[in-house]
């Protein structure tokens, strides 16, 4: 049946909930790195960036300021850089070497005088550079408007936490014409292997760019994470790594702690991105119940109100026009999975 959504009114906004603290634990272990990701989600611009270590993430050796004009090739470059830099002092100093000036005195002390060569040369390996998102959070902020009371109904319509609302900042940053380098899409950047589960994707129709539609998928395959799991914190982690994965890390150690499985899981899938996922949605959530402690007072954006029409047969799309009195450019930006081959 064919789907046809036309402008009508607005509709009010609704609020982030207090989380909850049985379901979505805060744990202490974790809190520095979720503050590691709230720096990240605040502080550092897509014009600057963060060396720091992949594993301990409170250690930040350096924060990378570049024009809005820099090529992307002059970036990487500088990124390379500084980055086999911070490589040179740590492995010197897990020589045995003194510090010869103040970068060398100041990389010692991020580490402690208790690091020992061992960990210091570890480190050197452990050298990561992490973009900044202000300016993109501050954007997902005043986009997440207009689709956060559709959201939270469908999320409490399953009875999931209403909190989970803040995942597309992590996936999108609310855009729902978000594409990924890996060919995920929408507002909840599905693959297209995990979104023929629950959407409908081909040459016509791609439902991954319904924010709507999209929101529902999620939320279901956010429910099956759950029931398999048992565990929020590992159903939001299974949302990244795949529920099998995750299951696989619970049953290998035993435990359903997140704590345990992102500092003591290995596996050459379970990179830094899934490592990380839990606790840059705790940031992202920290800052969407709070906006304004971040980023001041913010104009968010309204939903768009629609009627939705069912098409009997197929229409030119002259006659769609003229019969709504609908501009083209409307119509096509209320039916986003519409394909341009309709």
């Known amino acids: 049946m064919n789907r046809l959504l036309l402008l009508g009114v607005l509709l009010l906004m609704p609020r982030f909930a207090a989380a909850a603290e049985t379901l979505l634990p805060r744990p202490p272990e974790l809190e520095p790195d979720v503050q590691f990701w709230i720096r990240v989600y605040t502080q550092v611009s897509t014009n600057e960036g963060l060396i720091h270590d992949q594993h301990r993430l409170s250690v930040v050796y350096e924060t990378l300021h570049f024009d809005a004009d820099t090529p992307a090739s002059e970036r990487a470059r500088r990124v390379d850089a500084e980055r ?8 010197r100093l897990a020589r045995g070497d003194e510090p010869r000036d103040e970068d060398d005195r100041r990389v010692k002390a991020l580490w402690g005088a208790e690091a020992t060569p061992s960990q210091l040369a570890e480190a050197a390996s452990d050298v990561r550079f992490q973009l900044g998102q202000s300016d993109r959070f501050r954007a997902g902020l005043i986009r997440a408007g207009a ?10 319509n399953l009875g999931l936490p209403a909190e989970i609302s803040a995942l597309p900042h992590v996936e999108s940053s609310f855009d729902p014409y978000a594409y990924s380098k890996v060919g995920a899409a929408g507002l909840w950047q599905f693959m297209r292997s995990t979104g023929r589960r ?16 999209e929101t529902e998928a999620a939320a279901q395959l956010l429910n099956y994470n759950y029931r398999l ?17 995750v299951r696989r890390a619970r049953d290998l150690l035993g435990t359903d702690d997140i704590v345990r499985i992102v500092r003591e899981y290995h596996s050459p899938s379970f990179g830094f991105a899934s490592r990380n996922f839990y606790v840059s949605f705790l940031a992202a959530l920290t800052i969407a119940q709070n906006p304004e402690k971040y980023f001041g007072g913010l104009a968010r954006n309204s939903e768009p109100g629609f009627d939705e029409i069912k098409m009997p047969a197929t229409a030119s799309l002259s006659a769609l026009l003229h019969a709504t009195g609908v501009d083209r450019e409307t119509l096509r930006s209320l039916n986003p999975a519409l394909r341009p081959a309709v």
């Open 84 to 91: 086999e830099r911070v490589e040179d002092i740590l492995k």
């Open 147 to 156: 689709w956060e009371a559709h959201i939270g109904e469908v999320l409490a």
């Open 198 to 213: 629950f959407l409908r994707i081909d040459a016509a129709v791609d439902e991954r760019l319904d924010p709507y539609r």
């Open 229 to 245: 799991l048992g565990s929020w914190p590992l159903a939001i982690t299974a949302y990244n790594h795949g529920a099998e994965g």
